[in-house]
């Protein structure tokens, strides 16, 4: 029966997404007060209506309930406790459920946080929100419903996917989600503005902790991705370009153009159509992600199991949301800003370019996703892109970008001298140089582009050290502000994880080998000695133990314990043992039994400098999002007193 | 204006090509079957239950039917079957069930508990007939014509919309030609 | 022409020549690293010359797969039905490789019309499950879906 109740809470909520997307945009033309008041409610109501929903779901986990369906499909009787939390979003269902959530948590917190916005401009924000969700919810209902009984009642479940009976896949989907819906909020944020013919300063003023808050999020989520296939899949790749990935990528790198796009806007008046069509294009990035991995349009070793009916669904979805937002774009965008010239060497120049290379770097991901489906519509057979068209275009972009980025520092507004320019970068040059040079000489297995990415890193860290130093001592009695130092660490934490992308898959050392008991390998220095496997059992798994003993010029560093293990469903999984390290990982993965007694192993042996830098890193640049988001001339209320009266002038003179 | 205009150009494009590669998607499978339009592979099972009766694959041919490949193991051929059933009962066509690397004590049991719509049913313990008619897994079902050509095979359960799509035509086109 | 037009031109020539660069390297690094995907009835159609690398998918032929002693070596025939190849390949194997299951291997043909595989992946759908579940589950005492019967 309480299944059912859930069922009922979803319709409910769809109902009140459907007022809510209704009634506070006819009070926002009307200055109606009561009617713009319902955004609010409705956020509200649809947000218990659907933790309801969420709760209910979660509660037959619980208490593993085997008549719903879903249930009985992600989870049995000796599932672990905390993975039958996690199983409420193992697959479709579960997780759209999830999505659906977390875009009514975002919905409600923008209801509650934005008191110092206007009525008319909040109540479209909600209102838009109201139509994306009740986008989602009718998808839901109809296609994915997950509370689906199944008579008879199945004696035990099938079992979650041992893949995702672990801790990094019980955060990673939710902070992922954070991120990828958090982005409806400046999406709806960009169409109200778009609706009211507001695209003011104060709209990305606004728009601008919701952002960042998103954008840190989504950060996390992809970093913690990346992490958790790097331990769970045992091979030692930390990234696949897998279309699942590139669906959470496309979004994060229009993202980061959307909050710089946001920067010159708030600060200069300019850039605004750049940032409306930065906020509509990464929010329909997200959307065309869902869509990617669910509807069985392109075939990924980790997609959601497809269904076209879905994708049908979710196609309609994202020609409505971004077809109609696009249009809307076409038809009220302002126009463009007169007198709001910048020189060809200037911050906003600068930020410019930014933009642009950004814009190609999501292009060129979007393209390399898409072909193969495009080749197959085309009947010109089935291909697959293999990861070298990605690395290799994104390293190339990648290189003005990171050569251009110190200068966006220190250059001003407006106009700037590159010979001044130049001179603030010397520290930071001789830098790059010392650490390039160190690079080859200590690490001559790094190759031009480990150079050029360390020479890279130290270029841009140390700018991100001498800037923040430059600020502290400013002298003009002011700290820099939260915002800036946000924006000061997450550009470090770019260079941290520069360093870890570029070398540790130059850098690395592998071997595949077989191994009885006695044996020992020796890898970079470390000795691998092999001492046999062991039965153990778990809860719901029997497996091979291995040990393994490490020793670094004959001394002791660590035992690795790395497992294979059966399921009770039948799946077998390898459980890699790790030795993480600030400046290396050393890893050990058991293959298979290379004889019936189990005496000889096939056994996968890793060397892994630096790898740790590519995740924190990615910490690094959430923290200066998050840090940036909490700043405080984002709680001024609408009438404060501006500090940029060039740029307001700019976007007056353009709204009049 | 053009400008402006340009995202939705370029959203527009990209919708009509995900649209089509939801149509292919709707037939297509990353390894698509290459029995479609040949001969259905040779065979000789015994009867479920029956084993000392055997079954071959030219008794089958004559009256077009459809080869069920399904098991007491597989969750989806439990979602599946009242379709299945639903089919039988309409008369339209005969279903042949392939019960696939089963034992037989449980598909029996299976077909007690959720009832048995199939004209016929045949082992294949080890799923060696399985493999010639490329299964993958279960359930998924060929549509055989009078002469035993495969014409259409179903990967995933059978839906009330492959049905109306793909089987009744074909069935009437059998029906009408003499 | 004014000063700001003729800068602005100059920008706009840069933008167009930046992203046709962009293109250019950007197709040639495509068509480079494109794989395509054959099935063995495929491959018996339209042969694709050996050395060239490629995606072979089907299915693991039951029997077929051998270990060359106590050697990372393994042999399969990949299979979906009427056609066949043979697989060699020198690793670890994933864990969802198993006979019978569906199978993507990247490799090359040899000269001697094996199949020299550089990667094996093995693919599993949340709609299907291994036949393996009911033998698994009936090995580790556990009770079956479907065979148990409560009244």
Known sequence: ?656 | ?178 | MTPTRKRRLIAVLLILAGVGVASTIAFYSLQQNMLYFQSPSELAQQPIPPGRQFRLGGLVKPGSVQREGESLTTHFVVTDGPEEVTVEYVGTLPDLFREGQGVIARGALEESGMFAASEVLAKHDENYMPPEVADALKESGHVSMQSKDEG
């Open chain 1, 1 to 656: 029966m309480i299944p059912e109740l859930g069922q009922v809470a979803l319709i409910g909520a769809l109902l009140i997404a459907l007022i809510m997307g209704t009634l506070p945009l006819i009070g926002a033309s009307s200055g109606n007060q009561r009617l713009m008041k319902i955004g609010q409610t409705g956020a509200i109501a649809q947000f218990l209506l659907i933790l309801t929903s969420f709760v209910i779901l979660t509660w037959a986990f619980i208490v593993q309930d085997f008549s719903v369906e879903y249930v009985a499909r992600n989870s049995n009787y000796q599932l672990p406790m905390q993975y039958r939390f996690s199983a409420v979003w193992g697959s479709h269902e579960g997780s759209l459920l999830l999505w659906e959530l977390i875009l009514c948590m975002w919905t409600f917190a923008v209801a509650l946080f934005s008191k110092n916005l206007p009525d008319d401009f909040r109540a479209r924000t909600l209102a838009v929100l109201g139509w994306v969700s009740a986008g989602f919810l009718l998808f839901v209902i109809f296609t994915s419903n997950p509370f689906g009984r199944l008579i008879p009642q199945a004696a035990d479940g099938l079992d979650l996917n041992p893949l995702l009976q672990d801790p990094g896949l019980i955060i990673h989907p939710p902070m992922l989600y954070m991120g990828y819906v958090g982005f409806s909020v400046s999406f709806a944020f960009a169409v109200a503005a778009l609706l009211g013919q507001q695209v003011t300063r104060d709209w990305v003023r606004w728009s601008r902790p919701w952002t960042h808050v998103a954008w840190a999020f989504l950060t996390l989520g992809i970093a913690l991705g990346s992490w958790w296939a790097y331990y769970e899949l045992g091979w030692g790749g930390w990234w696949f370009w897998d279309p699942v990935e590139n669906a959470s990528f496309m979004p994060w790198i229009v993202g980061t153009a959307l909050i710089h796009s946001q920067a010159v806007t708030e600060k200069r008046g300019t850039f605004r159509n750049w940032t409306l069509i930065l906020a509509i294009t990464t929010f329909s990035l997200c959307l065309l992600g869902t869509f990617l991995v669910r509807s069985g349009v392109l075939t990924s070793v980790h997609a959601f199991a497809s269904d076209p009916t879905r994708g049908v669904f979710i196609l309609t979805y994202l020609a409505v949301v971004v077809g109609g937002s696009l249009l809307l774009f076409a038809i009220r965008a302002p126009a463009m800003v007169q007198g709001s010239n910048f020189a060809g060497v200037s911050r906003e120049t600068l930020l410019l370019i930014n933009n642009l290379l950004l814009v190609v770097m999501a292009a060129m991901v979007l393209t390399g996703t898409l072909y193969p489906l495009l080749l197959d519509a085309l009947d010109a057979g089935k291909i697959s892109v293999g990861p070298p068209y990605f690395g290799t275009l994104f390293a190339l972009l990648l290189v003005p970008i990171a050569v251009l980025l110190p200068l966006g520092f220190y250059s001003r507004w407006q106009e700037d001298s590159l010979g001044r320019l130049l001179r603030e970068l010397l520290v930071p040059g001789i830098a790059a140089l010392i650490g390039g040079l160190a690079t080859a000489f200590l690490l001559p297995k790094a190759g031009s582009w480990g150079i050029a990415g360390v020479a890279g890193a130290f270029w841009i860290m140390t700018s991100c050290l001498r800037y923040y130093r430059q600020r502290v001592s400013a002298g003009r009695g002011r700290r820099p502000s939260r915002g800036e130092t946000g924006m000061i660490l997450a550009h470090f934490g770019v260079g941290l994880f520069l360093i870890g992308a570029s070398l540790t898959n130059a850098v690395s050392s592998e071997k595949h080998l077989r191994m009885v008991a006695g044996d020992s390998f020796e890898l970079a220095g470390y000795n691998f000695v092999f001492e046999g496997t062991r039965g153990v059992r778990g809860p719901n798994y029997v497996a091979d133990e291995g040990e393994f003993i490490v020793y670094k010029a004959g001394k002791r560093v660590t035992s690795l314990y790395p497992q294979k293990r059966r399921y009770a469903n039948g799946q077998v999984m390898t459980e890699a043992a790790l030795d993480p390290g600030l400046t290396r990982d050393l890893y050990v993965g058991l293959g298979e039994a290379l004889n019936d007694q189990g005496t000889a192993w096939a056994v996968r042996l890793y060397h892994k400098p630096f790898i740790r830098f590519i995740w924190i890193g990615a910490l690094l640049m959430m923290a200066g999002g998050f840090l940036a988001a909490t700043d405080r001339r984002y709680r001024r209320s609408v009438t404060a007193r501006s500090e940029n009266p060039v740029a307001d002038a700019n976007l007056a003179e353009a709204t009049a």
């Open chain 2, 1 to 178: 204006m053009i400008g402006r205009l340009l995202p939705v150009i370029i959203f527009l494009a990209l919708g009509i090509l995900l649209a089509v590669g939801l149509k292919i998607a709707d037939h297509k499978t990353e390894i698509p079957s290459p029995l479609i339009g040949k001969q259905m592979p040779e065979f000789t099972l015994p009867v479920l239950g029956q084993p000392e009766v055997m079954v071959a694959h030219d008794e089958l041919i004559g009256t077009p039917f459809l080869l069920n490949v399904w098991a007491s193991w597989c969750v989806t051929c439990r979602v599946e079957h009242p379709v299945i059933e639903e089919l039988a009962k309409s008369g339209l066509i005969r279903v042949v069930g392939l019960n696939y690397r089963d034992e037989e004590a449980d598909a029996q049991a299976w077909l007690a508990r959720f009832g048995n719509p199939y004209e016929l049913n045949i082992a294949d313990i080890s799923g060696r007939t399985a493999i010639d008619f490329g299964v993958y897994a279960a359930p998924e079902s060929f549509l055989v014509d009078p002469n035993g050509t495969i014409v259409f095979k179903q990967i995933g359960a059978v839906t009330p919309e492959i049905i109306k799509e793909e089987i009744v035509p074909r069935v009437m086109e059998w029906r009408r030609a003499p």
